[in-house]
């Protein structure tokens, strides 16, 4: 069944496109209706418009709160074109019907964004706008409804071929998009509202993303995927840049947000993080970018092939041609310098992603993971020990520059699967334990991948010797700390709390250990 579309009411925020719309919605000799700033463009453009308030009756009041909000207006949109009883209705009370409503909302979520005051952002809350695009949507049987600037194209060009109607396959597809809309506009402001009242965990959850890319499948290939955004701006996979290689798959962004939010916790120094299977298989800082991937990569080259390379400096010529030489599936950075970008265009396959500045590690923002029949929602773990803050438990103090490495290790620690061991010594990491089921095989673990990689590299001397280590949770007994002494380990960082804490501190003391305690566990599954 097709619609002709001879009546349309167009009220836009968003002006893009607005003029050329009209123009052609003119041209075959649609009527427009419009209110406020859309009708002194449409009507600046010399496109015949009436004004709302001309079609209603009745005027615009109370600072235009009300003007669209009118039995001429919903009658219009609402009423069932195949039933004699809703045509009657219009007739006996002059209702004309609205073929084609073009509308997007009140900029609500941009507001916010800006920071704007409470009353500021109420009077941002669209009224009006939601209710036409819904009554619209309903009636899509017979009434074409657009919220997107992008979809002014696909309704003109239906119309074309269709002697001024749409199909109704567009009509559902556009009303679907519309209740989506409104949907995600209602979502934000009930977030809103939700933060406004100090709720961090309101009675009921409203999550709304914006499709970003359909993926090619997900963890594996029988999953179908997609990967959408919530439209903060916390730089990362979500605001990035693709400036080069082939689409990104559903592990490769999962791996890419692991490495660049691990890399965000270090900006004192350049700082590169290589992910792999979303734990880090080395990470470094330096005096430089290429010094502190060349470090990064010692660590495990082996883990490295095939993995997420994230930086936290502007890409450079000299780091690029060392990561050109790895096989790596992306690389991300704030930025990349001409040079850099051309060393890399040769790598065809390779993504490289800019973001345009580093995520802040200390940042607001909550985490959403799903289970059967539901979720959990929790704070974004934006822990961060700082130095004055570590409380010394054995007899030995840690030196500076242990200090130094202990923070490093304990900053990389909270970015591995727990159970989580980190090694460290002069600034990069030397060994990493993920993901066991037992701290002390983390332990043992890492001091084994450290030993593999010395070797490979022709070392005689173990790296672990003299590094520090770090632990995300309590040593619940002496037995994975005394791995770590075995292991080389001069000092160590964890979050102390065990009831056996004393019994660890004591091994730690009679192997003249340096201890610290954070009070905080960065527990990571």
């Known amino acids: 069944m097709t619609a002709r579309i001879a009546r349309?009411?167009?009220?836009?925020?968003?002006?893009?496109?607005?003029?050329?719309?009209?123009?052609?919605?003119?041209?075959?000799?649609?009527?427009?209706?419009?209110?406020?700033?859309?009708?002194?463009?449409?009507?600046?453009?010399?496109?015949?418009?009436?004004?709302?308030?001309?079609?209603?009756?009745?005027?615009?009041?109370?600072?235009?709160?009300?003007?669209?909000?009118?039995?001429?207006?919903?009658?219009?949109?609402?009423?069932?074109?195949?039933?004699?009883?809703?045509?009657?209705?219009?007739?006996?009370?002059?209702?004309?019907?609205?073929?084609?409503?073009?509308?997007?909302?009140?900029?609500?979520?941009?507001?916010?964004?800006?920071?704007?005051?409470?009353?500021?952002?109420?009077?941002?809350?669209?009224?009006?706008?939601?209710?036409?695009?819904?009554?619209?949507?309903?009636?899509?049987?017979?009434?074409?409804?657009?919220?997107?600037?992008?979809?002014?194209?696909?309704?003109?060009?239906?119309?074309?071929?269709?002697?001024?109607?749409?199909?109704?396959?567009?009509?559902?597809?556009?009303?679907?998009?519309?209740?989506?809309?409104?949907?995600a506009y209602d979502s934000a402001i009930s977030s809103w509202f939700a933060g406004q009242l100090g709720e961090t965990f309101p009675q009921r959850l409203n999550v709304s993303a914006e499709l970003k890319q359909t993926l090619r499948y997900g963890e594996n290939p029988h999953q179908q995927a997609a990967f959408y955004t919530n439209g903060k701006n916390r730089p990362g996979v979500a605001t990035a840049t693709q400036l080069q290689g082939k689409e990104l798959s559903f592990n490769n962004l999962n791996d890419t947000d692991a490495a660049f939010e691990l890399v965000s916790e270090f900006d004192e120094k350049p700082a590169v993080a290589i992910i792999k299977h979303a734990n880090p298989c080395g990470v470094a800082e330096g005096a430089t970018l290429i010094e502190a991937y060349n470090k990064a990569l010692s660590c495990d080259p082996v883990s490295a092939f095939g993995g997420i390379i994230a930086v936290n400096r502007t890409l450079d010529k000299e780091t690029a041609e060392e990561i050109a030489k790895l096989f790596a599936e992306v690389v991300i950075c704030p930025d990349a310098d001409d040079a850099a970008k051309e060393v890399l265009a040769a790598k065809k396959n390779l993504r490289l992603l800019v973001t345009g500045g580093m995520a802040d590690p200390e940042g607001e923002d909550m985490t959403l993971r799903s289970l059967a029949g539901g979720y959990l929602l929790q704070n974004r773990d934006a822990g961060r020990v700082k130095r004055e803050e570590l409380k010394v438990v054995t007899k030995r103090k840690p030196t500076d520059a242990e200090l130094d490495d202990l923070l490093f290790a304990f900053r990389v620690g909270k970015h591995v699967k727990s159970n989580a061991i980190v090694y460290v010594k002069d600034g990069k990491t030397v060994g990493v334990g993920a993901g066991q089921m037992s701290r002390v095989d983390s332990s043992r673990i890492a001091a084994w991948k450290a030993e593999e990689a010395g070797k490979n590299a022709g070392e005689a001397e173990l790296r672990t010797k003299g590094s520090v280590v770090s632990s995300d949770a309590f040593f619940p007994f002496a037995d994975g700390l005394l791995a770590a002494v075995k292991a080389g380990a001069t000092a160590v960082i964890q979050p102390g709390g065990s009831m056996r804490d004393e019994e660890v501190i004591a091994a730690a003391d009679e192997h003249d250990i340096a201890m610290v305690f954070t009070g905080m566990r960065h527990f990571r599954h």
């Open 8 to 183: 349309a009411l167009i009220s836009v925020s968003d002006k893009t496109g607005l003029v050329e719309f009209a123009k052609s919605l003119h041209a075959q000799g649609v009527e427009i209706l419009s209110t406020g700033g859309s009708a002194k463009a449409i009507e600046a453009a010399g496109i015949p418009v009436k004004e709302v308030a001309d079609h209603t009756g009745f005027p615009e009041i109370m600072d235009g709160r009300v003007k669209t909000l009118h039995p001429k207006i919903h009658g219009g949109l609402l009423g069932r074109r195949s039933l004699s009883s809703h045509m009657q209705a219009m007739e006996d009370n002059d209702i004309s019907p609205i073929d084609l409503v073009c509308v997007n909302l009140y900029p609500f979520e941009e507001t916010v964004a800006k920071g704007a005051d409470f009353d500021t952002c109420i009077e941002n809350i669209d009224i009006g706008g939601p209710s036409m695009i819904r009554s619209a949507a309903k009636n899509h049987e017979s009434v074409t409804v657009v919220v997107d600037p992008s979809d002014y194209d696909r309704v003109l060009a239906e119309m074309n071929d269709n002697a001024g109607a749409t199909t109704a396959e567009t009509r559902r597809v556009l009303a679907a998009k519309a209740f989506a809309r409104t949907g």
